[in-house]
């Protein structure tokens, strides 16, 4: 090994001999192993006379390198205080004797105790995942020296060319027996036989050997693929060498179900590798959204392991970078939050305790309308005004103090990362490459945006303090009402305020200049900077289903100059909605989005509703493929929890009955309506539904729901096409003689009232049946 | 320990331990009560499960006084998210004699399956030492709900809790959802576009 070399940092992790095992792919190519001592230091504090009690009990473990009596700061008290720091000799074992401590020492308070190896070595070093460094080690690999020549905040990094092996079963192991696996590696595609471990086993050996991947990219890797592999090694009597590091076993992270934002989220099991990455692109979180670029660059600005951050929360990214800037600024890290809110009255609570500001929509069809959008207004508020639990609070966005806290000093390299990345993307032509790469980077730095400010009011975040979520919502509902006055100031119409969102409304306002002197003011009086999200070429704003005359806030679609269309709140965003509705629903906003004007939609609105009616005939006459009425739902409870059981519950029980397997809380559930006392089939069961099992009516109920989400504008009330759907009336088809009555009505009057839209739809009525 | 059915929370008076258990943690119900005690002086509300819905209080005390923002005032109001800052809170609040004590929904917390079930117990037991202190000085009314099926090894914690209280208000079945409640319309049958905000 030369005694200093250049490369990237892959992967590193704990060893119970060497302290670190770090993984370096050189410039030449080279995937090379290094060895670091790595002491560990973490702190107690409480009574003089436990903490001589701790003190005793660590100088008789072995590995403790040091203890003293030092100063240090927690973030949530106002001066330093006295603490025990111990120093372990290697990472292993301090988490081993940290388990031993609690334990026998529970009234103490600890800090940094329970923090990554990454996260330290981050903050030791400077390093993180992909990292290119400078590196001196000796013979026997142990590293002397370590310099890290790029920063988490780089724009462009430069990565080595990786070596990705794909592995997938040839089916859904859910729903059928795989025969083979397929692999994919240098361009090359190879389907090995799951018959004969033995030659499985060597076979596939034989390819990691001969690729000798950094990326295992799988399909049901988790929970199936890996699994299935090591029970068919054991059989063969053969290792399968899925790690690099030769030492190592698959480490399995245990399955989890987990309360989230209300919601119980399951999380299964995990395969992680030492040397090289597995993702199992089905379980890895955002994966669809911004795939293995995104992965690195959240792994990049968070330093979590490339494997971790694949698979966690964008929170637990957030926390991770709160932690590394608390260890990088010497600010002591809580081992469990105790700080409380302060005592407040109830009047107080009423005031403080509000979330985003909105402002109902007016419901109807509008035109000359653009929107505004302030860029990631909560972490701007966070930065601008200083939000931070250690820190006075703000009254609005106008800081309390000078100096930053750690939340703001966290987000802001980040914020600005992403703001930069969004700038250069503005600048790159459609369909560069390097334009869809940063498109992934910047969506994972946007998650990570996203959660930072729900984070701040985490119960389990260390830096996290309800007063400063509060005061957040509290400089966004300031900034967006001055936002709105400055736009009505400038003659604008508000349509709708929904949070971090503005949609003005001016007759002749077409383009985005119209929009331009609107955006500089707002920019000027707020200090947040602000985008147009685009000019509309006509904007729906849908009320609630339950009551006509009540506007509901974000639900609504449009269609952009561009001819890119927008939709929020309707059918086909529900993650319930089975792809054939959803599909429809879009075609049909499709269909409608041709036209560039608010005048031109009745000539759309035959093409829009005979897809609809085109699509009913094809539930009828059974052309609609079954996967496409697949219907996901979540269970949130055991089964037997459950008095009354949902479909997807119902489905659950079914599997359970015959196939035995248990869908456990938080986990999703398929199934497909079917006539009959069930009314469900589960989707893992249904090998071959019979096509008169089929709940049809069910389906026709769903789309006629979805497609009134579309027509609501044009004056079809949801009641009125159920109706007409489940008539079977197919073959007499609703016309639109004359479109422009139903669309008239309401472009005149952009706040419609019941009696107007109804006389609308009831002349349509009375010429409808022919 | 006396067990209670009533349908609506009496005063507490004596400086006892009143566990009222029940879907919700007997939410509606806490907080009608922490507005009638409010006619009375100071109450301390320690919310540890997001209960604490000063609305539905405000509108309370607006059936009951003049004055509801002045009774409003009279609530010392904390929130804990965490089983840790449950204790926290507890082992920081100082009784006043007078000022009785409401904690909801207490156990929330220690469901958390992040901490370990002997920390929760560890943890609960010294909780339920400082109610124990307070009850020698004030009023306190705990509430909690029915255990989650995924949180039925931490049942033991309901069963101590039950243990240490005086009388136990249970509401045996849930409640019916309460009724929707539209704002009356100025003039009843027309359906207004809605004009300036």
């Known amino acids: 090994m030369p005694a200093a070399l250049r490369g990237w940092l892959l992967d590193l992790y704990e060893d119970a001999a060497d302290g670190l095992r770090l993984w370096i792919i050189s410039e030449e190519g080279e995937r090379l192993c290094l060895k670091q001592s790595m002491p560990i230091t973490f702190y107690a504090a409480g009574e003089a006379e436990q903490l001589r009690g701790l003190w005793k009990f660590l100088r008789k473990q072995p590995g403790v390198l040091s203890l003293s009596r030092e100063t240090r700061r927690d973030v949530f008290l106002p001066e330093p205080i006295p603490v025990l720091q111990a120093v372990i000799d290697n990472p292993i074992r301090q988490t081993r004797l940290f388990r031993d401590v609690q334990k026998q020492f529970p009234h103490l308070t600890y800090y940094d105790s329970d923090i990554s190896v990454t996260t ?12 290119f460094c400078e590196f001196e080690a000796d013979d026997d690999a142990n590293l002397q020296s370590l310099r890290v020549l790029n920063t988490r905040w ?84 053969e290792t399968l060498r899925l790690n690099r590091d030769a ?35 089905r379980s890895a979180m955002m994966w669809k959204d911004y795939g293995l670029d995104g992965v690195l660059e959240s792994a990049r600005v968070t330093a979590q392991s490339i494997e971790r951050a694949a698979r966690v929360s964008p929170g637990s990214g957030i926390s991770a970078m709160q932690m590394l800037t608390a260890l990088e600024h010497q600010i002591l890290v809580p081992w469990h939050k105790q700080q409380v809110e302060a005592f407040k009255s109830g009047m107080d609570l009423i005031h403080r305790d509000r979330g985003g500001l909105i402002y109902q929509p007016i419901v109807g069809l509008h035109s000359d309308v653009g929107q505004i959008d302030f860029i990631s207004m909560y972490p701007a508020i966070i930065i601008k005004g200083n939000i931070s639990p250690e820190v006075p609070l703000p009254d609005g966005i106008i800081p309390a103090s000078d100096e930053l806290g750690v939340v703001p000093l966290t987000l802001k390299p980040l914020y600005e990362k992403r703001v930069a990345l969004k700038l250069n993307q503005a600048n790159l032509r ?3 490459p390097i334009a869809k790469r940063d498109s992934a980077r910047a969506s994972a730095l946007k998650w990570l945006l996203v959660v930072c400010f729900g984070f701040l009011g985490y119960k389990n975040a260390r830096f996290g303090r309800i007063e400063a979520h509060e005061a957040v ?31 003005l409304k001016k007759p002749g306002a077409v383009n985005k200049r119209d929009f331009q002197d609107v955006l500089n003011e707002i920019t000027e009086q707020t200090g947040l900077g602000v985008s147009l999200d685009g000019v509309y070429r006509w904007v729906a704003f849908l009320p609630s289903r339950a009551d006509s005359r009540i506007p509901v806030a974000n639900r609504y679609f449009g269609v952009f100059q561009d001819g890119s269309s927008k939709v929020r709140g309707i ?56 996967d496409k009425l697949v219907v996901t ?107 422009d009555a139903h669309v008239r009505p309401i472009c005149n009057h952009v706040r419609p009232g019941r009696v107007e839209r109804h006389a609308g739809v009831g002349r349509r009525a009375s010429r409808s049946a022919t | 320990m006396e067990h209670d059915s009533r349908s609506e929370l009496a005063l507490p008076l004596s400086n006892e331990l009143l566990v009222v258990f029940g879907p919700h943690a007997g939410g509606r119900r806490m ?17 540890c499960g997001n209960r604490s819905n000063m609305y539905h209080v405000a509108k309370e005390l607006r059936t009951l006084t003049g004055d509801p923002v002045g009774m409003l005032r009279n609530i010392r109001l904390s929130r804990a998210f965490t089983c840790y800052q449950v204790l926290a809170l507890l082992e920081k609040i100082r009784p006043e004699p007078g000022v009785p004590v409401l904690i909801l929904d207490l156990l929330s917390t220690f469901m958390d399956e992040s901490v370990h079930l002997d920390e929760s117990v560890m943890l609960f037991e010294k909780t339920l030492a400082c109610i124990q202190r307070a009850c020698h000085l004030v009023p306190v009314v705990v509430s909690a709900k029915p255990l989650l099926s995924i949180s039925s090894p931490r049942l033991v914690l309901l069963g101590m809790l039950k243990q240490q209280a005086t009388h136990i208000w249970e509401e045996l079945s849930l409640n019916p959802p309460p009724p929707v409640e539209y704002q009356p319309a100025l003039f009843p049958g027309a359906l207004l576009p809605r004009e300036g905000r």
């Open chain 1, 120 to 131: 330290r070595h981050a903050a030791a070093w400077g390093t993180f995942p992909m990292a």
């Open chain 1, 430 to 432: 459609k369909g560069d």
């Open chain 1, 473 to 503: 919502t509290n400089g966004g509902r300031e900034v967006l009402i001055r936002a709105k006055e400055i736009a009505e100031s400038m003659g604008f119409e508000v349509l709708h305020l929904f949070v971090d969102a503005l949609w």
């Open chain 1, 247 to 281: 030492d190592r076993d698959v480490r399995w992270q245990k399955e989890l179900t987990y309360f989230s934002y209300g919601q119980i989220i399951y999380r299964g099991e995990e395969a992680h590798l030492f040397g090289r990455c597995h993702i199992d692109q």
């Open chain 1, 571 to 626: 059918e086909v965003r529900r993650r319930d909605t089975p792809p054939w509705v959803s599909e429809t629903q879009t075609r049909m906003m499709d269909a409608l989005a041709k036209a560039y004007t608010l005048e031109a939609l009745p000539e759309r609105l035959n093409e829009a509703f005979n897809l609809f009616r085109s699509a009913l005939s094809d539930m009828r006459e059974g052309r609609v493929p079954l």
């Open chain 2, 31 to 47: 907080l009608d009560l922490s507005a009638r005690l409010t006619l009375r002086g100071p109450v301390y509300m320690l919310d």
């Open chain 1, 633 to 739: 739902c979540r269970i949130t409870h055991e089964l037997e929890a459950y008095k009354s059981p949902t479909p997807a519950v119902r489905a659950a029980k079914q599997l359970l009955q015959q196939t035995g397997k248990r869908v456990r809380p938080g986990q999703k559930m398929r199934f497909i309506y079917t006539r009959g006392e069930q009314g469900v089939s589960a989707w893992e069961v249904t090998e071959k539904l019979d096509p008169s099992r089929l709940d049809r009516e069910k389906y026709i109920e769903l789309m006629a729901r979805a497609a009134s989400s579309v027509l609501y504008p044009f004056g079809i009330e949801n009641e009125e096409l159920k109706q007409w759907a489940h008539s079977a009336t197919i073959m007499l088809p609703l016309k639109f003689e004359r479109q």
């Open chain 1, 154 to 237: 780089d724009l462009s990094p430069v990565f080595p060319v990786f070596r990705t092996l794909a592995i997938e079963p040839d089916c859904d192991p859910v729903r059928g027996t795989p025969k083979t696996i397929k692999l994919h590696f240098q361009q090359r595609q190879k389907s090995l036989c799951l018959d004969d471990p033995a030659e499985l086993i060597a076979r596939l050996n034989a390819i990691l050997d001969e690729v000798d991947p950094d990326f295992i990219l799988t399909q049901w890797g988790d929970n199936w693929l890996i699994p299935e592999l090591l029970k068919l090694s054991e059989q063969a009597g």
